[in-house]
């Protein structure tokens, strides 16, 4: 999770780079090179996860990076020490019969479908929130290199309540609360994007809203700020955990394709997200509409999927159809 931090820090920073740049070519270099770096320093010395091996049945190599994650804190394993899967506790070096990993067999079984099923929505919902709140900074009565900033200042103290919240409340009721918050704080930004647009439209001195309206246009700017500024911060407050909470909700053998589908579906959302904030030039209050509903319906959604604090990682899908049955809470 704490990967994040540097995720919102890039897009707080973005508005100064993009300030001096003087070109999108030219930022588009830019912020192309730390990518170049991690390609080439960081990506080679990142190691295959020990649960993968073992549920392939490759218990050396599983065992190998524990010695060095051991050996790079300082530690060294047990003599005699094994690793083992769930019920294989006399013969881990076999390979269970177990499914491939595809998502064929995430939709083989009813209890990891309805969560497969579940998690793309909520994911592809909070696609559209959290990248339109984001690209939405261009329908802003304020200005634009300041939104920016402010979208990414606002994210860092939402990744530090969630990790500090996460292991205390839950992820399913922080992933719900999160996601409510965004979807109220759009909805509120709605309605001030459409008295502000009715205060625009019509000068007409006769009209009492608009005038009352105009009389106060730094106050209503400020409250639509302050509500794409909000709802960003909800957002990302679910972006943060529903990585985990994703990987927790499935078994390492099918962990990977759940979770890849996962990332799809929201990555499907950043890309409607985009035509969601060009709604502007149809009515200026649906692009914070919108989003305020994905917001809310991702937070209802997530009502049907089980809590995940304090339970196991199960390695196998027998282990989880045997601990969780089709129907738990």
């Not at 009813?110 to 929130?129: D, E, N």
């Not at 009352?212 to 639509?224: D, E, L, Y």
Request: glycine share 10%; hydrophobic share 50%.
């Amino acid at each position: 999770m704490s990967t994040f931090y540097f995720f919102s820090l890039g897009i707080a920073v973005l508005p100064a780079l993009s300030y001096f740049s003087g070109s999108w070519r030219y930022l588009y270099i830019v912020t192309s090179i730390p990518s170049a770096f991690y390609c080439l320093f960081v990506l080679p010395f990142v190691s295959e996860s020990p649960r993968w091996y073992l549920v392939k049945g490759r218990l050396e190599d599983a065992m190998e990076v524990m010695r060095s994650i051991a050996a790079n804190n300082g530690k060294s394993l047990p003599a005699g020490i094994s690793l083992a899967l769930d019920g294989n506790e006399h013969d881990a070096t076999v390979a269970p019969e177990e499914p491939s990993g595809s998502l064929v067999d995430v939709f083989k079984s009813p209890l990891t479908r309805t969560r497969m099923v579940l998690m793309a929505f909520i994911w592809l919902l909070c696609g559209v929130g959290y990248y339109g709140l984001s690209l939405n900074v261009v329908n802003l009565s304020t200005n634009l290199y300041v939104s920016v900033f402010l979208n990414g200042v606002a994210e860092m103290p939402a990744f530090a309540l969630t990790a500090v919240m996460l292991n205390k409340f839950g992820r399913r009721a922080l992933l719900i609360s999160t996601m409510l918050l965004s979807g109220v704080a759009s909805l509120l930004g709605s309605l001030t994007s459409a008295l502000l647009h009715v205060q625009g439209s019509n000068p007409d001195p006769t009209l009492v809203l608009p005038n009352w309206v105009a009389r106060h246009i730094g106050f209503f700017s400020g409250v639509q700020l302050a509500s794409g500024v909000v709802g960003i911060f909800g957002m990302a407050g679910a972006y943060n955990l529903i990585f985990i909470y994703t990987c927790e909700l499935f078994p390492t053998v099918v962990r990977n394709a759940a979770l890849g589908l996962a990332c799809e579906a929201g990555q499907i959302g950043a890309i409607i997200a985009p035509l969601v904030v060009v709604m502007v030039t149809v009515n200026p209050s649906l692009p914070f509409a919108v989003m305020g509903v994905s917001g809310i319906i991702g937070g209802l959604l997530a009502f049907k999927l089980p809590e995940t604090l304090n339970r196991p990682l199960y390695e196998t899908m027998g282990a989880l159809e045997k601990a969780e049955p089709v129907g738990t809470p």
